[in-house]
């Protein structure tokens, strides 16, 4: 999941081609979609109304509304849209390290 976050967050990052961008954005949607439920159950151990659960419960929430938007029909446009789905992939990944669900 966080290679491929990373092969459009990273400062070297080249841009990618429409085909490949197509294939960066379908993974990113299924890594989504894998790990969402992951950290949502995760999280269920965190005590309600704790920093972190709000934390963790805004960023799930975030995930899923950038799931449910549609890239623009314009390369960098397409380009900005897997880069958001991205940075929730890889935050989402964060929190699921932090509040223990690696073990």
Do not use: F, Q
Request: aromatic share 2%; glycine share 6%; hydrophobic share 45%.
């Amino acid at each position: 999941m966080r290679a491929t976050a990373r092969r459009l967050l990273a400062d070297e990052a080249e841009l990618p081609n429409p085909e490949e961008l197509e294939t960066l954005t379908l993974l990113l949607r299924g890594h989504l979609m894998v790990v969402i439920p992951a950290v949502e159950s995760v999280a269920g151990r965190l005590p309600e109304g704790d920093a972190l659960c709000a934390c963790v419960k805004a960023c799930i929430e975030e995930a899923r509304v950038r799931l449910c938007r549609e890239p623009g029909w314009t390369l960098p446009a397409g380009i900005a849209h897997a880069r958001l789905l991205a940075r929730s992939v890889d935050a989402l990944a964060d929190h699921y390290e932090s509040i223990g669900g690696h073990r």
